[in-house]
């Protein structure tokens, strides 16, 4: 998978994840997108360890990743697993995706749950 938007995302994912690190006070939310699911994981990197993760994928789930609503809903189950994990503030990894969307319907479903950044 060679295009010049995908090497244009890595390239912001890399140069933003040289900035931002998680950690155990203040863990990273990071975010994947794909064109029919989402996955969102909250990561401790002084550690290596996830601390909470949900997607719409997980079992159960009826949840659609490919819709904002979905996204909203995604983000108030992340806020409702990381607050059960002990976790309220995080900082946001948009893993180079453009804030805008679902990513953005995700945040401020999160913030809306209770998490903070």
Do not use: C, W
């Not at 995302?9 to 989402?38: A, C, D, N, W």
């Not at 997980?58 to 996204?71: F, M, R």
């Amino acid at each position: 998978m060679s295009s010049k938007k995908f090497e244009g995302r890595l390239r912001r994912k890399f140069r933003v994840r040289k900035k931002i690190y998680g950690t155990q006070e203040r863990p990273r939310m990071t975010i994947f997108r794909s064109l029919k699911h989402l996955y969102v994981q909250i990561v401790d990197d002084s550690e290596g360890k996830t601390l909470a993760s949900a997607s719409t994928q997980e079992k159960n789930s009826s949840i659609n990743g490919s819709n904002v609503e979905g996204a909203k809903k995604l983000g108030k189950l992340i806020a409702e697993k990381a607050i059960a994990s002990n976790v309220k503030s995080v900082v946001f990894d948009r893993n180079g995706y453009i804030y805008h969307g679902r990513v953005k319907a995700i945040a401020d479903a999160a913030r809306e749950g209770g998490l903070e950044f």
